[in-house]
């Protein structure tokens, strides 16, 4: 398993503001939904898997995903 897994693009950009600020190290999920909206701490509850998957591998924006891909 070595994809990028595809999010929404508004919890992408609530990732990458915290992990831009350097508040935390992103791989302390808990601390991360502290500085995250309540919708993008629930997607974390909801898709850990999903978010560990893109820590190591990067994620890739639903807008940016082409049809037949």
């Given at each position: 398993?070595?994809?990028?897994?595809?999010?929404p693009d508004a919890i992408l950009d609530s990732l990458e503001a915290v992990?831009?600020?350097?508040?935390?190290?992103?791989?302390?999920?808990?601390?991360?939904?502290?500085?995250?909206p309540s919708s993008v701490a629930k997607w974390l509850d909801e898709n850990k898997d999903?978010?560990?998957?893109?820590?190591?591998?990067?994620?890739?924006?639903?807008s940016e995903q082409h049809d037949g891909e």
């Amino acid at each position: 398993m070595s994809s990028k897994p595809v999010i929404p693009d508004a919890i992408l950009d609530s990732l990458e503001a915290v992990r831009d600020s350097g508040v935390t190290n992103m791989a302390d999920i808990k601390t991360v939904k502290e500085f995250v909206p309540s919708s993008v701490a629930k997607w974390l509850d909801e898709n850990k898997d999903t978010y560990i998957q893109g820590f190591f591998y990067g994620f890739t924006r639903e807008s940016e995903q082409h049809d037949g891909e």
